[in-house]
Structures are given as C-alpha cells and as structure tokens.
C-alpha cells in the first residue's frame, strides 16, 4: 500500500518561504574584531533598570555579544551609567549595588562573584561566574563575551547539569536515564541496576515524584523530544502488532550534550503535556576555537560481577531471553566544534555505543530441534549537530539536527530457525531564532520530529510444527516487518518583556505559545500468517488455527495548541509569579487549563534565606496506540480453527473505546527554604502530588464472556509525599592539595496508587473497592507499590581535583533504605475480593568511582576509569513471590570496570 506523507500545515509553508526569502537576503554584517576585552573607552549611556537589560545594551554599544543565563541576573537592578569607560569599567560601574563584583583577572577575562557587601545568597544567584573574552591571536574568533556558571546553584524544583557535572558522574552506558538515577525526586523500577541484563543498552524508565513514568517530556533543545505512541511496552519477544518501545524517542548519549536542565516541582507554564517531570537535554553551541575530540569506550561482563539466584542461574547461563550473561560493550564518540566564518559555528556529535551478547538460540534438524547460542548486537547511533550564526550583538539563529538509532537483534531458542530486529530510530531538525527587541526579547522556534518503532522477521510465516509419531513441537519462522511512526510539526514562540514599574511592583511579562500538528501510522508491510503443521505418521500434513495478518497501513493524526502567559511580580523582598496555561488538542478533544503559581519571599532582604510556595497542575499526553489499536486489528483475518475446519465469522476487529477519556492530570502543592550559611547552600523541600484520571483499561466481554476488546478509563489515583534535603559547597574547599566539591542529597518518597506504573495504561487490576494487604481489609487506594518506590535514599557526590598533576577524583555515595515489595496471593473465597501480601527487602548502600588523568606533559590525551560498585555489593532487588517455591530473587550488578580515552586535537 501506498504511503501516506505528512504534509505540512499552511501555518508552517508560510513560515518555510519566509525563511527562505530571508536567508536569500540577509549578508552577515562586517565581523567585529577584538582582542580580548577591548581596552579602549567609549562613551556609553545606559539608563538604570534591570541588570539583564543593561548588560545587554552594553553588549550592542561595544560590538560584542554577551551571553549568559538569565538566572543570573534575574531580578537584579542597575543604577546605569553615563560617561567614557572600557568594556570593562563599564561592566564594574553596572554591577555597583548588584550584588555581583568583579573579583579578579582570569586568563581568558575575569571572574565575577556575590559582593561580600551585600551577604548575597539569592537562590537564582551564581556563586562564581566567569567571564571569557575570545583574544584576536592569529585568527578571528567568534565576537562573544561568555558568561557562564563554574557550577549551577542549588534551586527548589530545578536543576542544571552542565558538561562537567557529566563529565564527573561515574557511569556505564551513558544515557539520560543513568544520569538522573539519583536525582532526588526520581525513582526507577526495581529491577533498575540487576545483575540479570548488564548487556543490555535500553535506557530505565524515569518516575517523578509518583507520577507515570511514560508522562514526562524530554527535550532537546526546548523541543520535544518525547515518545508517546506506545512507551509502556518493553516486550521484545517475537509476537503479532507487538514492537517494543521507549518513552524516550531519542536514545541520547551525555557525552555529546553541553548541559541537561530538570525541573520536577513549580514547573513554568511554557512547559506543557506532561504529568512527572521535564528533561531538556541542551546541545553545545559552538566556542570559536577549533577542537576535535575522539573517545573509546569498553566493559565486558569479564570486567562485571553477578549474582544469580539458583531458580534462574540455568536460564541466565543459557543466555535465554531476558538474560545477558556474555556481553561485552564498546563505545565510540567524535566531537567536533569548529568555527566557520567570523560569526559562524558549527558543533558535530557522533558516536555509536555496542554491545555484543550470547544469547540461546536453535535450529531444526530433520523432526529434532538443536540448541544452541548466537551473538546478537545491541547498537545505538547517534548524531548531534548544531550550527550557530551570530548576526549581530541582538540576534543568534541556529539551525540543530538530531538523529538516534538503536537496533536490537534477538533470537530465542523457543523459536526454531528464527531471527528478528527491534528498531527505533528518531530524526529531527530545528531551527532557534533568539532576538533582542527594544525592552523585550523574543525566541522563536520551528522544528520537524520522525519516531520509528518496528520489528522485522526474518521470515513471513510462524509456524507451530507437530510431529505425531514424536510427539514433539517447536516453532519456526517470523511475522515479517511492522512499524509504528510517529511525524511531527511543533512551533513554539515566546515573548519576555522589560520589567514594567507600576508604583512599588515591577512586573515581568512572558507570554508564549506552543502548537503541534501529528500523525501517527501503523505499518504491516507484507501478508504473514501464523498456524499449526501436525506432520503426520503417513507423511501427510494438516494446516490448524491459521490466522492470516494483511498487510496495509493505518493512521491518525490530530493537532495540539496551547498558549500559556506568566508575570513575574517584585514586590521588596517578595516575588510572585502566577501563569496560566492553555491547551487544547483535537486527539480527545480536551481543553484544559493549567494554573501554576510561584512565591519567594525573602526573609531578611539578605538574600540568605529564601523560602518558595508553589501550587501548579500538570496535564499529561496522548498516548496514540489508543487509537490505532481498534484499527490494527482488523487487518487480522482468523481463516481456520483449531480442528482445521473454515471460521464462519472471520472476526471485525478488537474494540478499543478511548474517545471518552479525560486529560491525566496532577496537581501539586510544595514549600522550600534555600539558606546559605557558613560557605555552604542547602534547600530543604516538600512536594504533594495528586495524580487523577489515570489511564487503565478493562476487558469487553459478550454474555458468554467473550473478549471483545477494551475500554479505557480515568479510574487510576495516586499520593505521593515527597521530602527533601540537598547542601553543596559555595566554593571548592582546599585539603590535601586538592580542590573539593561536595553535593549531599536526602530524599524521601510515601508513594500510594491503585493501579501499576510498570503497566500504565495497559493495567487491568485497578480496583477502586477494598483489597486485603497483609490480611487487612484496606482501600485499593492505599495499597503499598512495589515498583518505583524507593522510600528513602541519601546520595553524597564529593569530587577532588589536583590540577597540577591532572588528576580527578569522583565519587558517588549513594544509600538506599529498606522498602516493601508486594505480591498478589489470590482471591479471598468469602468475598471474593484481591489479597495481597507484603515483604521487606533491606537497605544497601553503594559506592561508585571515576578517576581521570589528564597527563602534563600530554594535555591531549585522557584516560578515565570507571569502578561501579567498588565493594561489590549486591542487594536483592526483587524478591521471590510467596506462591513460587524456588529462589527466583533479582540481585543488583556487582563491582563493574569501565576503561575509556580521549584525544583532542
């Protein structure tokens, strides 16, 4: 069948020609040229207001672009200027009173601190700041003054993880997931970290603060990069419409990202159709120096230690599906950042991350079946790219490119003579316009996403072979090729105003919106079949229970819109910023309102101790294999029964009733204090989630109690209370020769539900009656969880550097409490009702390490070598149900050995 294309929306034509035309008209402007900070005075006249704006005209008086956070800045005020003075003098005189001082020359420019003066301990505010000016040596650089952080504050409800933070995090496969592991409001599922799967590159899922786990929106670069066709499913065995999935649409590999931002409690309105958290993965913009870096990476389950109960040591040592007991990985990256013209620049990603595992397979031999293994790859690819046009001092536009592959190959010796791939590819482009206006700024951004899910066979035919003079079977054969795709358009714009003074308030207006158009398809690209072959003892052969899957190809698409404003009052000593957000998508035909509400209030007008209320709801995404299931299903045609006799009624498909939903939603109420005191910054938190109108499903039967289908319903609930504490060190503490940084994080989590996280949508046991836990008649409300429930958990990063031998030194405490697990034990026979039954599994605490050595006399090269679990502990992870007699216990990994070099040249 043919094909059907996206086609693109009249809105976004107009925009394509529009930036067609402009790109045909616009010549770059003459370059600036400068050497270091220009020292020569001009006369400048900027009036007194907000810092941020200031700084900014500052930069288009001088010539050059200064770029920076607006965090750090934010709120502050300028008395201004007026008179002759250099870039830097002029600078100096627009901090007076600020509460940021020049402290000091730096090679590059010079470094910017909290004024002692004013006891600055504004949350937003940086506790080092540097600022590098690019030198005019031998070449013309890129004319850009950089602000940037040394390290990010700590903030309620957000955090920054710069290229540095990566850098120093002990890790194995390098993804997302792995690097927000022991973010204090995240929990994985249990069986996160085990010893059973080490070879495998799946990313984890994520959960925030209780909320599903395939409701968080991942971004690059502010646009969205989130999977919402069918993120619960991880089943990668061979089965008919059945192709794995992941709630990330792309598999991204932290080495080739400058920064990852989080924000999981008082999250802006500009963010939207999420219920947990926000992940926006930001890409390098490039520096105007040239540099090319080369990395390797490799481990090996040689290098890994696992442990492996007695119930499934003989499957893992088989290598059967869901166990990798031979692997070995190896990871290949380049980086690229390179300047093309006087305000051109261009930053390139690459890398490809394998890994190579036994797995049991087998083939067929006369009317026998020979076992056997096989060496199967798991491999993912990825491409960043991001070129970067500086027009002037108000104007940056970049134009980023995304792609992400991960091919899975899979055998299982359940079936015969057979092979299949689980792929998932994502590609995009975006193109980012940031713009200086008189007393505003404005961002636009545009951008097209593609999501492949599909599975292909190696065969067309699945065929369950019967031998009856053997009385043997075995399975042969595939489902030939499927694929779920995801297309989109998205077009995001905002707008922030100067602050506006009406009598004591100053007002800071944003306002934005957020719109895209969809489709999603369902792709079988060929007829296969499934049946029964008994061969007889005659020779003959009888087709049984053959059910034929046409091929064809259906769809849906839908368009989602959302406008969203927010102000930002300053008022003394308080801040509130209340926003709405407004969305309404044509999936279900919802519109939803989203009020979120922020207050600060400085206690002493210090700045030292802050304490932030916030109260916000949080609406949640489609998920798109709702609608394509009722028409995936009628692509099926049962031809013969089991006794090989034609079926009257072939079948009309699977229902699948999901119009009538309600948006998911959370709401959310939160307190913090952030104090600094004696060198150290520390927030203590509390968040409160309600999650209403979950999605789960129940079964459509007839009066013979038939399957007919499914029908999905907002019937799932849940509770979560969340305490937290993080402190970390101002400014590095000096002992044993080594500069050290500290970062301590307590948290805990009372998480409540009704229905499962693992399952999602897909759950069918919600109960919205009375259960009995522990033989104890309770609400299905407040049933203990047993995945993605980690009580409490303390994580210590504290990381030693000895510049003058180049040598660091990571490492990464982390202490995990003990927590319930929950098993289903049956139906009580007097009233019928479920019965569930609790156990304990006991904390453990793990220690992971990095060093790194960046030889003196060869600045070039880095070595780096990652010891995960340095005393080899291995903590149950998930524990054997009472009904099973055999120890079918899930372990954690043991000690891991990573070895990994860099080059730049």
């Excluded at 006369?43 to 672009?65: D, F, H, K, T």
């Excluded at 045609?637 to 699948?656: D, H, K, R, T």
């Excluded at 409160?688 to 399957?707: F, M, P, T």
Aim: net charge neutral; charged share 25%; proline share 4%.
């Amino acid at each position: 069948m043919h094909r059907r294309r996206l086609s693109v929306p009249a809105p976004f034509r107009r925009v394509l020609i529009g930036m067609t035309l402009g790109a045909a008209l616009c010549v770059p402007a003459a370059p600036a040229r400068a050497d270091g900070l220009p020292a020569e005075t001009r006369y400048y006249q900027i009036p007194a207001g907000s810092l941020e704006a200031a700084v900014n005209w500052l930069g288009r008086e001088a010539g050059v672009m200064i770029s920076f956070g607006s965090h750090i800045a934010a709120g502050r005020q300028t008395a201004g200027l007026d008179g002759r003075y250099s870039l830097l003098d002029a600078l100096k005189q627009l901090l007076v009173g600020s509460g940021i001082e020049v402290a000091g020359d730096a090679r590059d420019g010079f470094v910017l601190r909290p004024d002692g003066r004013s006891a600055d301990g504004n949350p937003d505010s940086l506790p080092a700041v540097v600022v590098i000016a690019d030198r005019l040596r031998d070449e013309i650089r890129l004319p850009v003054v950089v602000i940037s952080d040394r390290r990010p504050p700590l903030a309620p409800g957000r955090a920054l993880l710069s290229a540095d933070d990566i850098r120093n995090t002990p890790a194995a496969n390098g993804d997302l997931s792995e690097l927000l592991a022991t973010h204090p409001a995240v929990r994985q599922n249990s069986s996160a970290g085990g010893s059973l799967t080490r070879g495998s590159l799946a990313p984890e899922d994520l959960s925030f603060h209780g909320a599903s786990p395939y409701q968080n929106l991942f971004q690059i670069d502010g646009m969205d990069g989130s999977n919402n066709i069918n993120p619960a499913n991880k089943n990668s065995n061979l089965q008919v419409r059945n192709i794995p999935s992941n709630s990330q649409a792309y598999f991204l590999d932290t080495r080739l990202l400058g920064e990852v931002r989080v924000f999981d409690s008082n999250i802006p309105v500009e963010y939207g159709r999420f219920n947990g958290g926000v992940v926006d993965a930001r890409l390098k913009r490039a520096s105007g120096q040239d540099s090319v870096d080369v990395g390797y990476r490799m481990s090996g389950s040689n290098l890994s230690e696992q442990r492996v109960s007695d119930g499934n040591q003989s499957n893992y040592d088989l290598g059967m599906s869901g166990y990798t007991p031979d692997w070995r990985k190896r990871f290949y990256s380049l980086n690229v950042d390179r300047k093309l013209d006087d305000r051109f620049g261009v930053v390139l990603g690459l890398s490809r991350r394998e890994s190579d595992i036994r797995r049991a397979s087998s083939v067929s031999l006369d009317k026998s079946v020979v076992a056997g293994t096989s060496t199967e790859q798991d491999r993912v690819d990825n491409l960043l790219g991001k070129l970067s046009w500086w027009i002037d001092s108000d104007t940056v536009t970049d134009l980023t490119l995304k792609y992400s592959a991960r091919r899975e190959q899979r055998a299982n010796s359940l079936f015969v003579d057979s092979r299949w791939d689980n792929e998932h590819d994502a590609a995009g482009v975006a193109w980012n316009l940031d713009q200086r206006l008189n007393g505003a700024k404005f961002n636009f951004q545009l951008g097209w996403d593609r999501f492949d899910d599909s599975r292909t066979s190696n065969s067309d035919d699945l065929v369950t072979h019967y031998f009856a003079s053997t009385r043997t079977q075995f399975t042969t054969g595939g489902l030939g090729k499927e694929q779920k795709t995801r297309d989109s358009w998205a077009l995001k714009a905002r707008l922030d105003l100067d602050p506006l003074l009406t009598g004591p308030v100053a007002h800071t207006l944003s306002v934005g919106v957020d719109s895209q158009w969809v489709e999603v398809d369902y792709q079988r690209f060929n007829d296969t079949s499934s049946y029964r072959l008994t061969h007889q003892a005659n020779g003959s052969e009888k087709i049984t229970s053959l059910t034929r899957y046409h091929a064809g190809q259906v769809g849906v698409s839908y368009n989602s819109r959302a406008l969203w404003l927010a102000d930002e009052m300053r008022w003394g000593r308080v801040s509130l910023t209340p926003g709405l957000r407004f969305d309404r998508d044509s999936y279900l035909g919802n519109s939803n309102l989203s009020p979120r509400t922020r207050l600060d209030w400085d206690l002493f007008g210090s700045r030292q101790s802050v304490v932030t209320f916030g109260m916000a709801r949080y609406y949640g995404d489609n998920v798109l294999d709702l609608a394509l299931r009722e028409r995936v299903s009628k692509l099926t045609e049962s031809v013969l029964n089991s006794a090989g006799l034609p079926v009257a009624s072939p079948g009309s498909g699977e229902i699948s009733r999901y119009r009538d939903l309600d948006t998911p939603y959370n709401d959310e109420r939160s307190l913090a204090l952030t104090q600094q005191f004696a060198g150290l910054e520390g927030v203590l938190s509390y968040v409160h989630r309600e999650g209403r109108d979950q999605i789960n499903k129940r079964a459509l039967r007839d009066s013979k109690n038939v399957l007919l289908g499914y029908e999905y319903v907002n019937d799932g609930e849940s509770r979560t209370d969340s305490f937290g504490l993080s402190l970390a060190n101002q400014r590095p503490w000096r002992a044993l020769g080594a500069d050290w940084q500290m970062r301590l994080a307590l948290s805990y989590e009372r998480f409540r539900s009704n229905n499962s996280l693992v399952d999602g949508y897909d759950d069918t046991g919600v109960d919205n009656g009375q259960i009995y836990y522990n033989g104890r008649l309770i609400d299905a409300a407040d049933r203990p969880t047993a995945n993605f429930n980690q009580p409490s958990r303390v994580t210590l990063d504290l990381n030693a550097g000895w510049n003058g031998i180049g040598l660091r030194w990571n490492n990464r405490f982390n202490w995990l409490s003990k927590r319930d697990d929950v098993f289903y034990v049956g139906v009580n026979k007097a009233d019928q009702l479920d019965m569930y039954q609790e156990g304990t599994l006991p904390s453990y605490w793990t220690w992971d390490a990095r060093l790194v050595w960046q030889p003196t006399f060869w600045r070039q090269l880095e070595l780096t070598v990652d010891i995960l679990n340095v005393l080899n502990r291995q903590p149950v992870l998930v524990s054997t149900s009472p009904l099973i007699k055999r120890n079918n216990d899930q372990y954690g990994n043991g000690r891991e050995i990573w070895l990994q070099a860099n080059y730049r040249f």
